[in-house]
């Protein structure tokens, strides 16, 4: 079965640290993976898209990496704020279809 | 943000009844997809689009059924409500297997 885990399911941390969400996968014939920010009561904002080519992709203080063959891609935040409090969603598109697979999410908070 | 709706936000309806909730977009995506979410089992897929009156079911679609006639609108039937169908419903739009975009959500309760 083709499922996504994130751990941890919640992650507390003082502003200014640098801080690794994982999110693994059971299948590593991907498409690409994505990863989404969600507060409270709010949709999902996509943060980044990497693609099964890449091994990484970079937007500002983030930083996404994918490694296939072990099923498991990384969400580094820099420097991280109170504003990065939220949850963060990791969402696979396999190769069998054109249907996305989350995970649970990781939610975290930053104390200032 | 990309153009999608949800319709509507918010709703509270009676066990038994029939409920339609709608989702309509102006970037004319060819897939559409109905999701849930609930405290412990995140994200789940009720239904897709992946074109005009193409649809297919995802991991949760008993009890759901969906249309779509025009490439904008996808609409999610409730055919007879449930206590367990009370949940947050979000629509995604996407082109292809690229990135994709989320409505900000329908929160149902059926009492």
């Known amino acids: 079965k083709q499922e996504v885990t994130q751990i941890p399911a919640a992650l507390s941390v003082p502003e200014g640290e640098n801080l690794v969400l994982n999110c693994s996968f059971t299948?590593?014939?991907?498409?690409?993976l994505q990863w989404f920010r969600q507060d409270p009561g709010k949709g999902l904002t996509s943060l980044l898209l990497?693609?099964?080519?890449?091994r990484e992709q970079t937007s500002g203080r983030l930083n996404a990496s994918l490694d296939k063959s072990s099923g498991r891609s990384t969400l580094y935040i820099a420097a991280s704020q109170p504003g990065d409090s939220a949850t963060y969603l990791c969402?696979?598109?396999?190769?069998?279809?054109?249907?996305?697979?989350f995970g649970e999410g990781t939610q975290l908070t930053v104390n200032p | 943000d990309a153009g999608i709706t949800q319709s509507p936000r918010h709703k509270v309806t009676e066990t038994g009844t029939p409920v339609t909730l709608r989702c309509h977009q102006t970037?004319?995506?060819?897939?559409m997809y109905w999701y849930r979410q609930d405290p412990g089992h995140g994200l789940r897929l009720i239904h897709y689009?992946?074109?005009?009156?193409?649809?297919d079911k995802g991991e949760v679609s008993d009890g759901y059924s969906v249309s779509r006639s025009k490439t904008e609108d996808f609409l999610l039937t409730l055919e007879s409500a449930t206590s367990s169908q009370t949940s947050v419903y979000f629509c995604?739009?996407?082109?292809?297997?690229?990135?994709?975009?989320f409505g900000q959500g329908t929160r149902l309760t059926v009492v």
């Open positions: 995604a739009i996407r082109q292809g297997n690229t990135e994709a975009f």
């Open positions: 299948d590593s014939a991907i498409y690409n």
């Open positions: 970037e004319n995506h060819r897939y």
């Open positions: 689009s992946y074109g005009v009156k193409d649809t």
């Open positions: 990497i693609q099964s080519s890449q």
């Open positions: 969402a696979v598109d396999w190769n069998s279809g054109s249907r996305l697979t």
